[in-house]
């Protein structure tokens, strides 16, 4: 089912919240010199509050363009972007890293934490930038991290760590901000099945946030209730299906 | 988020790499030592200027007979003389802007004691002499109006001629000297008075009584002074006037014509010390631009790393961007760090600059003159230097794309 047109139908704007991410014709075209790289050639997307939705594709297809189009770290080159009802494809520089800042957090493949700086601290970085005070920081930080099950790992450093546990800390840092819209680029990229496994049920568990997450593991992304798959900078498939319930054992992470 | 806040963010991130934060910032904790220390010197050097110019006296004028463009500048010896007691009278009775004149004679000779024989400067003068130059006896008693009216044979030794003839520490009251082969008895010395701000020694020198003076050393003399006439003017802001009052006076009394040349020399103490003044501040001024030069040096070496540090951290600053800093507050980290740097560089280096300062006034002899408006300029300074060289590698860190920063290994 293509979801694509759910914004422009009037009737459901006046009655229901308006989806988080609305993308109408978004294209990215990269110049690389006189050559032109269509890295996007015009994808409609919208996404419902509470959606976990997987992006796959081949490689080259388009699926990191557009996380970090939907994410706010890149604007579209044409095509409309509301998130949150919120037009924000033409936002400045600074607006944009208010809008990350406030309604979107971010895992990536390669965890990107702060190296020798606490687990804590990464996690209370987006905080900080939010202009929360000490003491809410660190409090709302600690519950972040115990929300992911590394109560006791506050004061380690990243490379104390192991991969999925330096994963967990990323997902805490997202949520930290309680955005709207979670975003997850490759997440168990570098993990094993096992880890892979505790880190999808610990995002499949979020019930109150939305998800997208771009894999290339059909693993992965049967955790999600809806699979977009890409081809060529364009929607090729947009299909909901019956998400993976996590398994009894893995309902809760393990302090591996 | 506050500035307190990025400031404690930019220390630690300093604190991260010591030895390096440490050598950057030596740059300007040198910087600021030099120039603290370098104006310590030149304001040392003007203390020991106007220290010879008090020696002097205050607002004095010194009148030399003979024209200043024949060299008679120099004054007394070899020179014509063409001033009169006259001359003096009237300075001191019909100016009204100056406190007293007193006259010296002048010549030259051999003073002798029993064991040692010493040529000096022998100069005839009144008692005013002393009090205009603010010039007390160590040993002895003053020079008295009685020693004048009686034309007494009693002389006042200065400090160095004190110590040829008789040795330091000795006490030659009341002992005989020779000058020309007159006996004289020692009735003084006075207190040593240092160098003029030419190197002259003052306190190479005697005094006699002007009647004395004239009645056995230049009996030839008449109504001519030999040497000079010291002036003291009443107010310190008057002396140009004084100045001109008295060139006006002596040029009616040596009936000069309109294209004549004047047959005396005024000197303005005022005006050669503060033209000496001037050369010292201009020596303070070399040294602190020197100073200055160095600090800048530290300046683009903060750039420099700040530069590196920047390319260094970028997968930090595409982190820090993701989870939401504006370019903003990206700058003002960067930025905040810089200026810990210079503003902590500064810090060490007052207290580096305060130590050699100490150290060279011990070796020159010269009192501690640390200027606190130039300890708080030098730290200032430092700051901006930090501000200044540390605006550009901030700025390149605002401005990176987050994504191309997350992506950089
Ligand atoms: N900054 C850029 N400059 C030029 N071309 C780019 C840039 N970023 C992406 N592209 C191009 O855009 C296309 C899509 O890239 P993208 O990274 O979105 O693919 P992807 O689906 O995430 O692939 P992968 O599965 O390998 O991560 C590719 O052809 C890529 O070369
Ligand atoms: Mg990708």
């Known amino acids: 089912m293509s979801r694509a047109d759910v914004t422009t139908a009037e009737p459901t704007r006046l009655t229901a919240p308006p ?62 972007y509301l998130l949150d009802g919120k037009d924000v494809s033409r936002q400045s520089r600074a607006a944009l890293a208010r809008t990350r800042n406030q309604t979107i957090g971010f895992v990536f493949q390669s965890f990107n934490l702060l190296a020798r700086t606490t687990a804590l601290e990464n996690v209370e970085l987006p905080l900080l930038y939010a202009g929360v005070g000490g ?13 992911v099950g590394l109560g006791q790992r506050l004061d380690h450093l990243p490379n104390q760590l192991s991969g999925g546990q330096q994963q967990r800390v990323a997902i805490a840092r997202a949520l930290v901000t309680r955005p709207s819209l979670l975003l997850a680029d490759e997440p168990t990229g570098a993990l094993d099945t096992k880890t892979s496994a505790e880190v999808m049920t610990l995002l499949s568990g979020l019930d109150d946030i939305t998800v997208v997450l771009v894999t290339h593991e059909h693993d992965v992304a049967a955790w999600a209730q809806r699979v977009v798959t890409l081809r060529d900078g364009l929607v090729l498939s947009d299909v909901e299906q019956p998400p993976r319930r996590p398994a009894p054992d893995a309902t809760h992470p393990t302090e591996a | 988020m506050g500035p307190l806040q990025t400031g404690r963010i930019a220390l630690l991130a300093l604190l991260r790499n010591k030895l390096r934060s440490f050598l950057t910032a030596l740059g300007i904790i040198i910087g600021v030592a030099a120039v603290i220390a370098m104006v310590a010197i030149g304001e040392g050097a003007k203390s020991q200027v106007e220290a010879a110019f008090a020696a002097m006296g205050t607002n004095l004028l010194i009148i030399m007979p003979g024209s200043s463009s024949s060299g008679g500048a120099r004054g007394g010896f ?34 002798q ?11 005839g003068t009144t008692p005013n002499y002393f009090r205009i130059r603010t010039w007390g006896t160590a040993l002895g008693v003053p020079m008295t109006e009685s020693d004048l009216d009686s034309g007494a044979k009693v002389v006042w030794l200065g400090a160095t001629v004190a110590e040829k003839l008789f040795g330091a520490g000795a006490d030659p009251i009341g002992q005989a000297v020779r000058i020309k082969g007159v006996p004289f008895i020692v009735s003084g010395v006075l207190l040593k008075k240092g160098q003029s701000p030419m190197g002259q020694d003052f306190d190479d020198t005697v005094f006699i009584p002007t009647s004395t003076f004239k009645a056995r050393l230049q009996p030839g003399l008449g109504n001519f002074l030999s040497g000079v006439i010291f002036v003291q003017v009443r107010a310190g802001e008057d002396t140009g006037r004084a100045q001109r009052a008295i060139t006006g006076l002596l040029r009616d009394r040596h009936r000069l014509g309109q294209g004549q040349e004047d047959d005396f020399s005024i000197r303005n103490l005022a005006e050669v010390a503060s033209a000496q003044q001037q050369g010292a501040d201009t020596l303070s001024a070399l040294l602190a631009s020197i100073a200055a030069v160095s600090l800048l040096v530290g300046g683009i070496g903060i750039m420099n790393i700040m530069l590196v540090s920047v390319t260094e951290r970028t997968r930090e600053i595409g982190i820090r961007m993701a989870v939401g800093a504006t370019p903003a507050q990206i700058l003002a980290q960067f930025l905040a760090e810089a200026l810990v740097l210079a ?16 150290q ?16 708080a300029l030098a730290t200032g300074f430092s700051g901006l230097v930090g501000v200044g060289f540390g605006l550009y590698p901030a700025l390149k860190a605002s401005r990176m794309d987050p994504i191309t920063a997350l992506r950089f290994e």
Do not use: Y
């Open chain 1, 135 to 147: 003491k809410e920081r660190r409090a709302r930080a600690t519950a972040a991290l115990e929300r």
């Open chain 2, 78 to 111: 070899g020179t014509q003389p063409t001033l009169t007691w006259d001359d003096l009278k009237a300075i001191q009775t019909e100016m009204p802007l100056v406190a007293d004149a007193a006259p010296t004679l002048r010549t030259q000779a051999q003073v």
């Open chain 2, 360 to 375: 060279l006034s011990e070796q020159f002899g010269w009192p501690l003159l640390v200027r606190p408006d130039v300890v």
């Open chain 2, 343 to 358: 503003l902590v560089g500064g810090l060490l280096g007052v207290g580096l600059g305060l130590f050699a300062a100490q």
């Open chain 1, 19 to 80: 989806p988080v991410v609305a993308l109408e014709g978004i294209t990215r075209v990269f110049s690389l010199g006189d050559v032109e790289v269509h890295a996007l050639r015009g994808v409609s997307l919208s996404v419902q509050r509470g959606e976990f939705v997987a992006i796959m594709g081949a490689s080259g297809s388009g699926k990191s363009t557009l996380m970090n189009v939907v994410g706010c770290l890149d604007r579209p080159t044409a095509g409309r």
């Open chain 2, 113 to 123: 004691s029993e064991e040692q024989n010493w040529g000096t400067s022998v100069q």
